[in-house]
């Protein structure tokens, strides 16, 4: 599988640990795409083939298979951007994946159903009571991908509009 083949070579090229910048860059360069692997419940930002920061994460409530349509609780997977960025959302600051595309709209169709939308990165609700650093220890989004506050602060930092993201299994 495609996971068990790159993992290793990135890992070969990790940087040594998560390190933040007075600017808030991580090693002072931003990532040229972001790698979610669902079933390692990470995510990856990497510059250059170099992983230069790696994230625990919660992921929808059905974390396994690809998401479908709205209201199944699965975080999509495949190829996406990063899109746009909202400062004021409802959980602590969100970056919108381009979800869905085309073939997601035809697979939604199959079943009858859309495909759903608003799929994000973000950082906890502001009534999680978790503190800034805090996080849940269970998948509990609608299909988004969660990480604590202070994670999300650097991913913001790290990560432009039109990045790439590569959601896998």
Not at 31 to 54: C, F, G, H, N, Q
Not at 132 to 140: E, F, P, V
């Amino acid at each position: 599988m495609i996971v068990a083949f790159l993992l290793p070579l990135l890992l070969l090229f990790t940087a040594p640990a998560n390190a933040v910048s007075a600017d808030g860059a991580i090693y002072g360069s931003k990532a040229d795409r972001v790698l979610v692997i669902k079933s390692e419940r990470r995510l990856y930002l990497v510059r250059a083939d170099r992983v230069i920061a790696t994230y625990a994460i919660a992921l929808g409530r059905s974390p396994v298979g690809p998401k479908i349509f709205q209201g199944d609780g699965r975080t999509p997977e495949g190829l996406y951007t990063l899109d746009r960025r909202n400062n004021e959302s409802r959980f602590y600051r969100s970056i919108h994946i381009s979800y869905p595309n085309a073939r997601d709209y035809a697979e939604a169709r199959k079943y009858g159903d859309q495909p759903g939308g608003l799929v994000m990165i973000h950082g906890q609700a502001g009534d999680a009571g978790t503190g800034h650093y805090g996080r849940r220890n269970s998948d509990w989004t609608e299909g988004c991908i969660a990480v604590s506050n202070a994670e999300m602060d650097e991913i913001w930092a790290a990560t432009d509009e039109g990045t790439p993201i590569e959601i896998l299994p």
